[in-house]
């Protein structure tokens, strides 16, 4: 696949990196990730995947958009409210980007969701449970998984490389067992420019991956907005684990 004239204007800041170029965006264009979320780290997510060129981007979600949302979630307006996220969330992604094929779920993610031949996930959810699933899915497929969360001023985000790495998951560091957080946006508050810093660290983690330039796996970085503060922690792979342990 060569790139048309108008793609070489689109995406000419990508080719004149020597470590992209046409090689590297004609691969992002033939690239289908799967986001799951679509609330304050979908958002900056999708967009910013949208506008580098990713072939398909899949948007999960079973919620309509609510007037709460709109402090931190940057792709709905008020006269979204009550309409499902994912279709107005697709309006404005076309909007940004025709070139990027969008494919909707206006539900909960599900087996027959997950079936489809992603090259990478993205989880943007808000429950442990979901995070759980996408982890114990993409382990089995080899697909890498890019998870992120945020609270209050605090974000946190963790990233396996599957297909080159499947000794330690997310299950190793939060067991899948472990009761749902009882602090969350919703009883708790978050500051909507940390979604957007982590969402945007998400989509930079994803075209690293995409482009072979990631060695992090597993390793969770964490980002204190109150005091413009990173912190990178390593985890070890628990041999136990009954996803990816070896007894």
């Not at 979901?130 to 985000?157: D, T, Y």
Request: charged share 15%; proline share 3%; with cysteine.
């Amino acid at each position: 696949m060569s790139l048309t004239d108008s793609q070489f204007m689109r995406y000419s800041r990508h080719l004149l990196m020597n470590d992209i170029g046409e090689q590297g965006q004609e691969k992002l264009l033939n690239d289908h990730v799967l986001i799951v979320g679509m609330g304050g780290l979908g958002c900056p997510v999708s967009l910013y995947l949208a506008a580098a060129g990713i072939g398909q981007l899949s948007i999960c979600d079973g919620d309509t958009v609510d007037q709460t949302n709109l402090q931190r979630q940057v792709l709905y307006t008020p006269e979204d409210c009550g309409k499902p996220k994912v279709e107005c969330a697709q309006k404005r992604l076309n909007a940004l980007n025709l070139e990027t094929q969008i494919n909707v779920y206006a539900d909960k993610v599900t087996s027959q969701i997950l079936a489809h031949n992603y090259t990478l996930v993205v989880d943007c959810t808000d429950n442990l449970a979901a995070r759980q699933q996408l982890n114990a899915h993409c382990h089995q497929q080899k697909i890498p998984f890019v998870s992120a969360s945020a609270l209050g001023w605090e974000g946190q985000l963790v990233a396996f490389d599957f297909g080159h790495n499947t000794s330690l998951c997310l299950n190793c560091i939060i067991d899948k067992d472990s009761p749902e957080p009882m602090m969350n946006c919703g009883n708790s508050g978050v500051v909507g420019p940390v979604l957007g810093a982590m969402g945007s660290l998400q989509a930079t983690t994803v075209i690293r991956i995409l482009l072979g330039y990631f060695q992090q796996h597993g390793q969770i970085q964490r980002y204190d907005g109150k005091n413009g503060q990173w912190l990178t922690l390593g985890a070890e792979a628990n041999q136990q684990c009954v996803i990816c342990g070896t007894r």
